[in-house]
């Protein structure tokens, strides 16, 4: 069974930091690309970044392009999003997911989704 469980998550004042982290199990995790996409209440959801599976090609969207950074360590199954000087506007419900390639996690087509963390930011 394969699971992507986040943490990290949490309430910080604008400006701040937040860690995600996202533990996969029961699949190859070497051979899936990451991504992270956030959601609020009424939108649907939105692309964040994305790393290939040996982090060779990276990709962020506009938004967060030069705050956030994501990462991942294949020894430890694990993928980050390192989130800095964030803003009211990043506050959302943060989804990873896993895909057999970059361009379907972009795509927003992973073939398995976390459960999602709150990330809340306040002014």
């Known amino acids: 069974q394969v699971q992507l469980v986040e943490s990290g998550g949490g309430s910080v004042q604008a400006g701040g930091s937040l860690r995600l982290s996202c533990a996969a199990s029961?699949?190859?995790?070497?051979?899936?690309?990451m991504g992270w996409f956030r959601q609020v209440p009424g939108k649907g959801r939105e692309f964040v970044a994305a790393i290939s599976r040996r982090s060779s090609s990276i990709y962020y969207a506009d938004s967060v392009k030069g705050r956030f950074t994501i990462s991942r360590d294949n020894a430890k199954n694990t993928v980050y999003l390192q989130m800095n000087s964030l803003k009211p506007e990043d506050t959302a419900v943060y989804y990873c997911a896993a895909a057999q390639g970059s361009r379907a996690v972009v795509a927003g087509k992973g073939d398995y989704w976390g459960q999602g963390a709150q990330v809340t930011v306040s002014s």
């Open positions: 029961g699949l190859t995790f070497s051979s899936y690309a």
